[in-house]
């Protein structure tokens, strides 16, 4: 299986401050048709996860544009500008370029 | 508006079955889209366990296939999960999402939490 290497594990910041996770993966995660099949998902307290940025870098539908994602290969990151209390949870990279999908470990934002 | 909603014993004894029903409302589970259990363990790790498309064809993690089966009864526009022979380690908090092409899970009930415990 494809491991899904996430850090930090936990990262505290300011409201109004910035985040960076890193998301690393055992092996290249494009897929033979060139697509990248990479994602993100906030897990917010209490909730389920939701969708924020699929195939790297393209947002969900009504995720605010504070969010980016960038990368490539093996390599990822989440952004996460000017952050809001409704940011806080836990994040989690999901590949599917690979069978079985699989995701990171998480990482928790939370506030400093 | 698109939902899923989970139920199911929370408690099941070691070496039992574990079952559990996603009902979907909003959406025809044989129109379109792959119908998915994800569970996540107390230390916060995400698995996939597998999906029902809207054909009835599935697709199951490898690391469970031996014990896991997902069926439908489309009349009730409902999924199911069973899992055979459980362990403690099954013990974890199980959700069904709906997912288009690429593990987009875009619904997601609200999880239920089932204990492997004698």
């Known amino acids: 299986d494809v491991v899904m290497t996430q850090t930090p594990v936990s990262l505290p910041v300011s409201l109004g401050g910035q985040a960076s996770i890193s998301c690393r993966s055992s092996?290249?995660?494009?897929?033979?048709?060139?697509?990248?099949?990479l994602h993100w998902y906030l897990q917010k307290p209490g909730q389920s996860p939701q969708l924020l940025i699929y195939?790297?870098?393209n947002r969900f539908s009504g995720v605010p544009d504070r969010f980016s994602g960038s990368g490539s290969g093996t390599d990822f990151t989440l952004k996460i500008s000017r952050v809001e209390p409704e940011d806080l949870g836990d994040y989690y990279c999901?590949?599917?370029?690979?069978?079985?999908?699989?995701f990171g470990g998480g990482t928790k934002l939370e506030l400093k | 508006e698109v939902q899923l909603q989970e139920s199911g014993p929370g408690l099941v004894k070691p070496s039992q079955s574990l079952s559990l029903t996603c009902s979907v409302t909003?959406?025809?589970?044989?129109?379109?889209?792959?119908w998915n259990w994800i569970r996540k363990f107390p230390g916060n790790k995400l698995e996939w366990m597998g999906y029902?498309?809207?054909?009835?064809?599935?697709n199951y993690n490898p690391s469970l296939k031996s014990r896991i089966s997902i069926t439908r009864d489309t009349s009730k526009n409902q999924f199911f999960l069973q899992v055979n022979s459980v362990t403690t380690e099954d013990t974890a908090t199980y959700y069904c999402?709906?997912?288009?092409?690429?593990?987009?899970?875009?619904?997601w009930g609200q999880g239920v939490m089932v204990t492997v415990s004698s």
């Open positions: 999901l590949q599917s370029t690979h069978f079985p999908w699989t």
């Open positions: 195939r790297v870098s």
């Open positions: 092996q290249s995660l494009v897929h033979s048709n060139g697509n990248t099949y």
């Open positions: 909003g959406y025809s589970i044989t129109s379109s889209y792959r």
């Open positions: 999402a709906r997912s288009g092409v690429g593990a987009l899970f875009d619904y």
């Open positions: 029902i498309n809207s054909a009835g064809s599935t």
